[in-house]
């Protein structure tokens, strides 16, 4: 047997075949087990001895040469949420998609906890031969994947060969495995220790409580103790990243960017970011993460809010919560499945705005007949309509007025509200949403009318028509 030990030292041995090998002395073990004690202990010391040292070097080889793999430029400290966009300074400088991951933006890379999470680990000389880069949470996913499958097949030859259970199991393979794991955790903290790419750090946390649950598919609860190890020090940093975030939003200076009411890239940022944890939280939700993102989620809120009031007008203010309440709801709705604080509270914020700029819209061409109405509503609730009959020169006068400009009034309309709105979608359903207001309003203004000025309003039919001309099929 110890013959049989000796051949896992030889270079480039697949480990399986000797221990298939022993597993046909396993008789003979059990013989010495009982009556030669000393001997069979001396036979697990040096099968312990002898294993441990080559998962120690296999795994140092193999973790040291993997991580050259990775991106060469990595998320530093600047890259954060509200920092403010002022690009890469340097004549010289050259940004590769090749070389770095973006931050705030998830794109492929949750793969690696679907297609890719049993999918064949990396070998660092061919993908050297390719000049092919990963992300950090490639490298890890190979790696983690590497020791599942070799701790697991280590902890069950054991649990077989050497006949062992429960505590003297995970003793046993602690004593295998203790150095190598050590290994792992310490390179880990290296890593963490200067890491601002926090969506990497989430990949992590969720592929090791994919790998903790795999174990314990294969029954193999060895690895436990130090999945839980594995994930407090990915939260400890990765809570630390997040806040950094929240801060950088809230310490935004809404002075020092462009007026302009387009949506904006820190918005879109939040957006991207926060569509990725949530996505990837779907399957293993976390309080903690919950409550960061309602931090988050409040600070944003307060930024967009703060950043609409550098705009002098009303008008501009609504144009741009609009486009950047639309367009984080756009983002949230395409990644994720399932409704969210986020998505409602956008949700409910775009419903709000939208209505509001319905009104600020309709407001220069269509002004004195909402005022009429709003006015006379008032008069009639509070019981005296008949007021309404002495502002008859005032309807007529609304009338004349309505009558011979709502068709020019109703081009410029659409033509400044699609101008307004990068999306076309949002654009269009906005305008659709002013002119079902106006139709509402123009209906409440014939009935406050009195006989005489309403048989000279336009007919609803011809307006109608009309505005079906600005439907738009989407």
Partial sequence: ???????????????????????????????????????????????????????????????????????????????????????????????????????????????????????????????????????????????????????????????????????????????????????????????????????????????????????????????????????????????????????????????????????????????????????ISESFPDERVTRLLAQLLDEVECFVLRMAAIFPQRKEQLIFLINNYDMVLSILIERTRDSSKEMDSFREQLSSRSAEYVEEILSPYFGGVMQFVKEGESLVEKGQGDQLKKQESKSLALVQSFSSSWKRSLETLNEEVLMSFPSLVTGSTLLQLALTQLVQYYHRFSKLLTPNAKAQLTNIHHIMVEIKKYKTNF
């Fill in 1 to 279: 047997m110890l013959e049989q030990i000796s051949k896992f030292r030889k270079p480039m041995t697949n480990y399986q075949v000797p221990q298939n090998a022993m597993l046909k002395y396993k008789f003979y073990f059990e013989f010495t087990l009982a009556n030669e004690r000393e001997a069979a202990e001396e036979i697990c010391r040096e099968y312990v001895d002898t294993v441990s040292k080559i998962y120690f070097s296999y795994f140092k080889s193999y973790s040291s040469r993997l991580m050259k793999l990775q991106f060469e430029e990595q998320a530093a400290k600047d890259d954060l949420m509200g920092i403010e966009d002022t690009g890469h300074k340097g004549l010289f400088h050259k940004s590769s998609l090749k070389q770095k991951n973006t931050v705030f933006t998830i794109g492929s890379r949750g793969e690696v906890l679907t297609s890719l999470l049993e999918a064949a680990i990396i070998i660092p000389h061919s993908a050297l031969k390719e000049e092919k880069r990963h992300p950090y949470e490639a490298l890890f996913r190979s790696e983690q994947y590497a020791l599942v499958d070799n701790a697991c097949r280590e902890y069950l030859f054991i649990c077989d060969f050497f006949m062992v259970r429960g505590s003297q199991a995970l003793e046993l393979f602690n004593r295998i495995m203790s150095e190598t794991l050590n290994l792992l955790l310490k390179n880990l903290r290296t890593f963490v220790s200067s890491c601002y790419d926090s969506i990497a750090l989430f990949l992590c946390m969720h592929l090791v409580l994919r790998y903790q649950l795999l174990c314990h598919k294969r029954a193999v609860p060895a690895l436990d103790q130090y999945w839980d190890t594995l994930q407090a020090i990915i939260w400890h940093r990765f809570e630390y990243i997040f806040r950094l975030n929240i801060q950088s939003v809230k310490d935004c200076d809404p002075t020092k960017f462009s007026k302009e009411t387009k949506p904006h890239y820190i918005t879109r940022r939040y957006a991207e970011f926060s569509a990725a944890v949530v996505g």
